[in-house]
């Protein structure tokens, strides 16, 4: 069993008093980690140093050696792939191909692709004329927003944490990370690279810890914090959006979703089940962008949901070391509760269940996991519990539907706006379909493929910001202009 102890300027600290929780497999429910746990005065200590590299090492070392250090960041992560493939595995119970070849890999380019994004953005300035007709020159630049605070979610712990700490670093900030209490290993492990690469101490903290009234909390109303970015709950945005507001600090917000999936007749129908199929269940569904509404155009509906049945009763469960295995665990046996209350819910609102709808029977060593079916469902409402909020489990509703119109209004018959998928050879349709829906991205005949450089972020309840290429830059860095009279 590993103890993991919090990172703050540059060396691994216990809790001054001890405090510590413990960290399950959710494969099979074995405690795997005894994990320090922040109190006011380890948020403070992180903060503090996170300040004083800020002013110190960090800002005199200049953008040139900053992008290196991040590169080689990047390169000390690609040589220990197989630490960091193996800590998401411990702290996710995820099958190693999505690790390995997904989660892990997008860890190592978000600090490459940021820091080239910062070597090359572009100064803006503009000449303007003045009435004594020397003129005058006005030029942006680009400083660092401070000290970020990155609170982070648990199902894609390693990419969407480097997401936001490769954009922040490389625009000079320095960072206090609050992992997820249910994936708090690869967030301390890449204090061992930061160490490795010769990251000034205090540049990149890391305290562990829970969310209300603990770690989280404290880390989001410290006035030594500039701004907050964070990825989770829409419920949890709410409460630190409160928390920022004191000190007018700002936040860029990854909330959450309840995203369609549309698939027209014209599809390519194998391609169609394939996308819709892997945007529903992968990652055991805990994916914000995954799909849990799915609308059909009615002469494909009945084949459709046919096909999909028989891929959600081909998923083989295992651990992430089974070769065999495609189909991981949830996250933890509290959120097992949660989606197992819906798939009760689903019945009690008069669903037809075509497949799942419970726990898998499992082999005795494995039978303590978190494990549930994929599930798939019919004949619901639209104002149905189980159609509106996010369930965020390895499920979703299936729904036939008569016309473009039609389906464009039960896509966006929703507070969450964060991505749909579109499938159809009709290209004008997914043009305008594209302009109509209220999300932040529209994939068409794809799904879980993007650019780094494109922005990215949800719509209505979904989140607030974009981050991804210079769009990254808006939040991270503090614009300012200067004006010279010539
Ligand atoms: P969560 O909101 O429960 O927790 C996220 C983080 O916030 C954790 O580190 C938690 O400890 C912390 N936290 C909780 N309450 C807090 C508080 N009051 N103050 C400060 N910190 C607090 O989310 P989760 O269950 O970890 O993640 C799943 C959610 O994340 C889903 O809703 C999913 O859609 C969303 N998500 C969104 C995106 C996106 O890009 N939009 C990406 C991944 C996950």
Redesign the pocket.
Known sequence: MRTLQHFINGEFTSSTQGQSFDKRSPVDNRVIASVAEAGEAEVDAAVTAARRALQGDWARLGTDKRVAMLHAVADEITRRFDDFVEAEEADTGQPHHVIAHAFVPRGAANFKIFADVVKNVPAESFQMETPDGRGALNYAIRKPKGVIAV??????PFL?MT?KVGPALACGNTVVV??????PLSATLLGEVMNTVGVPPGVYNVVH?????????????HDGVDAIT????????T??MK?AADGIRDVS?????KNAGIVFADADFDAAVDGIFRSAFMNTG?????TERVYVERPLFDRFVQALKLRCEAVKYGRPSDPGANYGPL?SQE?RRKVLSYYERAVAEGATLVTGGGVPPMPAELADGAWVQPTLWTGLPETASVVRE?I?GPCCHVRPFDSEDEVVVLANANRYG?STTLWTRDLARAHRMAAAIEV?ITWVNSWFLRDLRTP???SKQ??IGREGGVHSLEFYTDLRNVCIKL
Do not use: D
């Open positions: 609170v982070c979610p648990w199902n894609a969407l997401w609050k992992p997820s209490e249910e994936t810890g829970f969310g209300p009234g603990a770690a989280g909390e404290f880390l989001t109303r964070f990825t989770g709950e829409t419920r949890t945005g409460a630190i928390a917000f990854e909330l959450g979703g805990q994916v914000c962008l995954g996250i959120h996010e965020f964060l932040g990215f972020g949800g979904s989140g």
